[in-house]
T-cell receptor, first 112, second 111 residues
Framework: NAGVTQTPKFQVLKTGQSMTLQCAQDMNHNSMYWYRQDPGMGLRLIYYSASEGTTDKGEVPNGYNVSRLNKREFSLRLESAAPSQTSVYFC???????????FGPGTRLTVT | GQQVMQIPQYQHVQEGEDFTTYCNSSTTLSNIQWYKQRPGGHPVFLIQLVKSGEVKKQKRLTFQFGEAKKNSSLHITATQTTDVGTYFCAGLGFGNEKLTFGTGTRLTIIP
């Protein structure tokens, strides 16, 4: 089992460009999450999907959109990238919301 | 909203010394989880505590959940270089199932 996979690993964007971060899990988990990690800020929840077909805003959703494509896949889209979105992005999944989370390897995004 | 604070932010210890990080929540928690993130890596789940006053051990790591279920601690005995990384607590709120991560404690070991 691959666990949680993310693509790409690294990305550099210019301000105003758009991109989609992909995430997939093969653990048959119901819940999936997108976090961003900035120095000294810990992990902040952007969006989550408690189950297939549902998505909800987290702590810092502005500037992002998500799609729960099916039970396995949960993508994060930046429509118009801004330098403030420079960060490391982690996707995670869990069996249910109260259970432990399994994280992907992360995407390091730089917006210039 | 629910806030989870962790102290200290950084800790440098000599190899073989003990290490403790503390986690405090602004609200009572349903459970608390601990994660470890190695430099350049991703968070990895360590343990979950559910009961008031619960203490769990994993080899040299001891985890405690406070009686009021608002605070927790992680203690490492006789640190080793493999313990290097950032330790995060994450508190699950009652009813909302919202997991809030603390800001983490970065542990570095001086050989």
């Amino acid at each position: 089992n691959a666990g949680v996979t993310q693509t790409p690993k690294f990305q550099v964007l210019k301000t105003g460009q758009s991109m989609t971060l992909q995430c997939a899990q093969d653990m048959n988990h119901n819940s999936m999450y997108w976090y961003r990690q900035d120095p000294g800020m810990g992990l902040r929840l952007i969006y989550y999907s408690a189950s297939e077909g549902t998505t909800d805003k987290g702590e810092v959703p502005n500037g992002y959109n998500v799609s729960r494509l099916n039970k396995r896949e949960f993508s994060l889209r930046l429509e118009s990238a801004a330098p403030s979105q420079t960060s490391v992005y982690f996707c995670a999944s869990s069996f249910q919301r109260s259970y432990e989370q399994y994280f992907g390897p992360g995407t390091r995004l730089t917006v210039t | 909203g629910q806030q989870v604070m962790q102290i200290p932010q950084y800790q440098h210890v000599q190899e073989g010394e003990d290490f403790t990080t503390y986690c405090n929540s602004s609200t009572t928690l349903s459970n608390i989880q601990w994660y470890k993130q190695r430099p350049g890596g991703h968070p990895v789940f360590l343990i979950q505590l559910v009961k008031s006053g619960e203490v769990k051990k994993q080899k040299r790591l001891t985890f405690q959940f406070g009686e009021a279920k608002k605070n927790s601690s992680l203690h490492i005995t006789a640190t080793q270089t493999t313990d290097v990384g950032t330790y995060f607590c994450a508190g699950l709120g009652f009813g909302n199932e919202k997991l809030t991560f603390g800001t983490g404690t970065r542990l570095t070991i001086i050989p």
